[in-house]
């Protein structure tokens, strides 16, 4: 999902989040979306385009976490997977991890 930048395609994730998730997602991205994008590219140094999965790790109880590079930064989610009424997996929740290790 992540290397393929899914999370931008909106049938991927009508597909694969619940119903909780996807409005909690379009109440953040309508936030977003009320303020004037900030040049982030004109002050950063050196190659930016490094976008991936470290590592994945399970946590227990359906909670994995996982290491990235984006935009060459290093950052760490948790995320919550879960069946839903079809027995398929879908994200439940997602969570930022202030730092990665």
């Not at 950063?44 to 290491?67: A, C, F, M």
């Not at 060459?72 to 989610?77: I, M, Q």
Request: a negative charge.
């Amino acid at each position: 999902m992540y290397n393929e930048r899914l999370f931008e395609n909106e049938q991927f994730l009508l597909k694969h989040c619940s119903p909780i998730l996807l409005n909690e997602l379009r109440t953040e991205i309508e936030g977003i979306q009320t303020y004037e994008p900030y040049p982030f590219g004109l002050y950063q140094d050196g190659v930016s385009d490094r976008h991936e999965i470290i590592k994945v790790e399970s946590l227990g109880d359906n909670w994995y976490r996982y290491d990235f590079y984006d935009l060459g930064e290093k950052g760490a989610c948790r995320i919550k997977l879960v069946l839903n009424s079809q027995n398929e997996i879908i994200i439940s929740d997602v969570e930022f991890v202030e730092q990665a290790e």
